[in-house]
């Protein structure tokens, strides 16, 4: 027997409204902790491509709290796909305009046009001054130039930003080992072994500028010890 006209209406309202309430229900599936927790775990225990897929997806779904404990991941995959991830993020996260600017900067400067790209790059914070990754390429191109003072601040700029930026802390420990301040080169190093703790470059380079901290330490006691010696044995000292 046909539907009548209003029993037809109320079916399509009754399935809109069942669709409607599903498609919620997903969504709010989609953003659960349940949900983050099941992505974090295939990105530790799956294959690629499907490691690549959930890292993507924590991406997507702005977690990068869980992106970053798997970049300290012990398998190298894990803490690959966490990584890359958790850049592409950061480098389209002033939109897809910003994004393309920044690959057109990088194409420059591996051209050797380190002068056309860092205009670009002004452009680019100028244009988004809260984009971190944008400082942090700028940086980049100042240190290719030989411009250390200027790349040291670009690099505090992004971190001012995103302090979990694990490449600028990089640059200013590279920056601050060219001026010679062991000191600042030490404290940056180790903020960013704590996001990239598997990098033994960095890591030798660390116990490098702790035995050159020692070696200074001790020469400033010594040279300590020689001026108090000098003072105590001046005629008429007591």
């Known amino acids: 027997m046909p539907l009548s006209r209003p029993n037809w209406a109320h079916r399509l309202a009754l399935t809109a409204l069942v669709i409607s309430t599903s498609y919620v229900i997903a969504l709010q599936a989609f953003r659960s902790a349940w949900y983050r927790d099941y992505l974090v775990q295939q990105l530790c225990v799956a294959q690629a491509p499907w490691r690549d897929h959930a890292a993507t997806t924590l991406a997507s779904l702005g977690a990068e709290a869980q992106l970053l404990e798997g970049m300290r991941h012990p398998q190298e995959e894990v803490r690959d796909a966490a990584r890359r991830a958790l850049d592409a993020h950061w480098f389209q996260s002033a939109g897809v305009e910003a994004a393309r600017q920044l690959l057109q900067a990088e194409a420059a400067s591996s051209q050797e046009r380190h002068a056309e790209a860092l205009q670009m790059l002004d452009e680019v914070v100028h244009a988004y001054p809260a984009f971190a990754e944008g ?89 300590v010890a020689g001026l108090e010696a000098s003072a105590f044995n001046k005629p008429g000292a007591e």
Do not use: I
Request: proline letters at 1%; a neutral charge; glycine letters at 6%.
């Open 135 to 223: 400082w942090n390429r700028r940086a980049a191109v100042l240190w290719r130039m030989g411009r250390t003072g200027a790349c040291l601040q670009s690099c505090e700029r992004a971190l001012d930003l995103n302090h979990d930026l694990y490449g600028a802390w990089l640059g200013l420990a590279l920056c601050h080992m060219h001026l010679g301040d062991s000191g600042e080169a030490r404290r940056s190093l180790r903020a960013y072994l704590a996001l990239q703790p598997f990098d033994l470059v960095a890591v030798d380079s660390l116990q490098k500028c702790e035995r050159l901290a020692q070696l200074e330490e001790r020469e400033y006691q010594l040279a």
